[in-house]
């Protein structure tokens, strides 16, 4: 009975959570989004102290981990990192320091980092890392509600013939796809490649789940939408992602992909996974379901979400900060987004975008090949409401972005070269574009968006 319990309260609190507006002061937004309210609006300060003490941690330990080995194997996996991403995390922990307490303020240089179009835009009270901070910490909490307590096996299982008829590869990776919708897309992409080497899938099937479903998860979603003004119609957002990404898994599944074969990894023996007999679909996926909610002990999930956040805090958001930083300045300073980005500028103009709200749009529509977050980063502070849901949307959608998903979908033994992944991002793009013109002027014809 008690796992039942665990099963269906938890998993309906999850969904109100992350899913179900509701209304504080007049204002109707997801849950997470009155959080990032009431922290920002009450307790900002003390808040913006915490920030300062997590850059310093991760600006020193970082430092530290590169010729030190702690007997801690969490410790060593927290702050033990590659060269490349030393180098990240120490400058976007500086840079995020340096634009906080005002560093070098009338240098010449620093400028170009304090601006408030740049390392101004990214960091500071008002800064897009202060609401990532937040989101973030009350998102990855919150999250085994939806990935924990069985409503991901249930989904799952219930979907499985569909997903087989719709895209063409086994049933049991619904599960797969669910976790990266409400977790996160790189854990997606690693368990599609152990499925692959256990022999769950071909390597067509592995490469169809790996570049069609590990989207950036539900946490990270709502974190953009609230930042660029769509916290309360965060299910709309969402859906949209969600909608486009099943559309464009549908077409993928239907091309050629003579470089992936439908063979097996090498070694591995073809796995099945069938309903027992005697069962039917719904009581199997039930059933998943209150196992899944029997072996989760809540103490462990907890501990396991703390860590989840402190690996987030220190290996994902000084990355941010240094790839957002550099970024802006580029587009600040110098013409390369709106070079490369020129023709999409025209585009946007003949569908009904002023010059302005394109000329903003385009450079968003590539940046996102960098870091996921970029995008929205470019076009937060446009005018134009239908504008900023275009790119936000378009940002999920690309699925790639070589600051994470990218080299992570490289180093699988799918066998993906950097220039697949390229084409994926380009491929991903041009679809993901006609399909947003569309919903995003039925969504204005509803009322839902202005142009």
């Known amino acids: 009975m008690i796992n039942k319990l665990k099963f269906i309260l938890l998993s309906i609190f999850g969904f109100i959570f992350f899913l179900m507006p509701f209304s504080i002061n007049g204002e109707s937004k997801i849950a997470i989004s009155h959080i990032v309210n009431f922290v920002t609006g009450n307790i900002l300060d003390p808040f913006m102290t915490f920030t300062v003490v997590v850059a310093w941690i991760v600006l020193l330990a970082t430092l530290l981990f590169m010729f030190y080995t702690s007997s801690s194997n969490f410790l060593n996996s927290v702050f033990k990192a590659s060269p490349l991403n030393v180098v990240l995390r120490v400058a976007g922990s500086f840079l995020y320091l340096m634009v906080v307490n005002r560093w070098f303020e009338g240098f010449g240089f620093s400028g170009m980092i304090l601006d408030g179009n740049t390392g101004g835009l990214m960091a500071g009270e008002g800064g897009l890392l202060t609401t990532l901070y937040i989101t973030f910490f009350v998102g990855i909490l919150a999250l085994p509600l939806l990935t924990h307590f069985g409503i991901v096996e249930f989904i799952g299982i219930l979907l499985g013939p569909a997903v087989v008829k719709l895209f063409r590869v086994p049933g049991y990776s619904t599960i797969d796809a669910i976790a990266s919708f409400v977790g996160d897309g790189t854990i997606g992409i690693v368990v599609t490649d152990n499925q692959y080497q256990r022999g769950y899938y071909n390597r067509r099937e592995a490469y169809i789940i790996a570049t ?52 097996y990894y090498e070694g591995a023996k073809p796995v099945s996974v069938d309903i027992p007999e005697g069962k039917t679909l719904f009581q199997h996926a039930y059933d998943s379901a209150i196992q899944q909610a029997g072996y989760t002990n809540i103490f462990d999930v907890l501990v396991e979400s703390l860590k989840n956040i402190v690996n987030i805090y220190v290996g994902f958001l000084p990355v941010i900060m240094a790839v957002g930083t550099l970024s802006l300045v580029i587009a600040e300073y110098t013409p390369f987004f709106s070079v490369i980005s020129a023709p999409l500028v025209v585009l946007y103009e003949l569908i009904g975008y002023s010059r302005e709200v394109a000329q903003s749009m385009a450079p968003a529509s590539l940046a996102g090949f960098a870091d996921m977050y970029l995008p929205a980063l470019f076009i937060s502070e446009s005018v134009s409401e239908a504008s900023r849901f275009f790119i936000g949307v378009l940002a999920f959608t690309q699925l790639v972005f070589m600051s994470e998903t990218g080299m992570i979908l490289v180093k699988t033994k799918i066998g993906l070269s950097f220039w697949d992944v390229i084409k994926v991002f380009l491929f991903r793009t041009l679809l993901s574009i006609p399909l947003l013109i569309l919903l995003t002027n039925i969504l204005a014809a509803f009322g839902v968006l202005s142009f």
């Open 212 to 263: 069609s479903f590990s989207i950036v998860g539900i946490a990270f979603a709502s974190a953009v939408a609230e930042e660029l003004g769509f916290g309360h119609i965060f299910p709309v957002f969402y859906g949209s992602i969600a909608l486009i990404t099943v559309i464009l898994a549908f077409i993928t599944s239907r091309m050629p992909l003579k470089k992936f074969a439908p063979e």
